[in-house]
C-alpha cells in the first residue's frame, strides 16, 4: 500500500472512531465506558466518572490550584508563581496573570520569569518567539541599532542624522562619534584652536592683573594725597592758636629776670661812656 492511501485509511478510522465516540452525547459531555458523562465546569475537576447508575461527580479546585474550562481531568492544575510583580492573583477558575519590573522583559508568554533590558537609547528591541510545548511560548531578545554605521540618533529630534565627515573638511577629529552623539571635529588640523585659546586665556589673565594694579597704585596715591592736605591743617591750626597759649609763673618770672639783666648792661654801658668823655 502507498503511504498516501495508508494516510487516507488513517484518517478515515479516525474520523469514524470520534463520530462513534461522541454519537448521542450533548454539550459539556463526554463519552466514558460507554457512557455519555457530563464535563465538571471550571473551578472543579472531576472526582469520579459516571456510571449507570450515578452521575460526574465534580469537586472544586483547592487554594493554589485553577482550572479555566470544562474537563474531566483528575485533578486541578497548579498556579503559577511570579518571579518579580503579581498582576492578577490565582482564583480556582483563573491562573496567575504575572508582569516584570520596569527595565525588564518577560521570557515566556506567561511572564513567569523576567530579564533585564540591555538595550540603551539609539538601539531597537528585537524579539524571538519559539513554542516549547505545554502552551508556553519562550521569548529571546536582541538589541540593534537604529541607524547605520555612519550616522546618529538625535535624542531631542528622535532621528537619525548623519555624523560630521571631519576628515572631508579638512579638520582633525577629536571624537569620533557614537550611536547617539555627532562627531566632534578640531578647529584647525593641529590644534591651531587650543593654542589660541590658551593664548587668549594668558592674555586675559595678564589684563586683569595690569588693571588691579593701576586701582591699587590710584588708590594708594589718592590716600597719601588726603593725608597730606589734613596734615597741613592740622599746622594751620597750631600756629592759629598759638596767641592764646599762657606762660606759666615761673617762665614769666625768668622773662623779667632777662630783660632787667638787659637794663642793668645798658646803663652800664652808657656810665663807662660818661667817664671816656670827661677824662
Known sequence: MSPLRLCLAVTCALNIWTTEYTAGCGDHQAKVNGHCCDLCPPGKYMKEFCSQHQPTVCSPC???YYSNQYNIFDRCEKCQSCQQEYAGKCTTTTNTNCSCH??????????????????TTGERLMMTANSSGKGLIEYSYQCEPLCLDNAYFDI??????????????GLAERFPGNKTHNSVCDGGRHGNGDFVHVILGIGFVLLSLTLLVLLSY??????????????????????????????????????????????????????????????
Open 156 to 169: 531631542k529630534e528622535g532621528v537619525c542624522k548623519p555624523r560630521t565627515q571631519c576628515s572631508i573638511l
Open 218 to 279: 590710584a588708590c594708594i596715591k589718592k590716600l597719601m594725597k588726603h593725608r597730606s592736605y589734613d596734615n597741613r591743617i592740622d599746622i594751620a591750626s597750631v600756629c592759629t592758636n598759638a596767641s592764646d597759649f599762657h606762660l606759666s609763673k615761673e617762665e614769666s618770672g625768668h622773662q623779667l629776670i632777662i630783660q632787667d639783666e638787659s637794663k642793668n648792661s645798658n646803663s652800664l654801658d652808657e656810665l663807662h661812656l660818661e667817664k671816656v668823655s670827661t677824662s
Open 62 to 64: 483547592q487554594d493554589g
Open 102 to 119: 520596569s527595565g525588564f522583559l518577560c521570557t515566556n508568554n506567561v511572564c513567569s520569569k523576567c530579564v533585564k533590558n540591555k538595550c
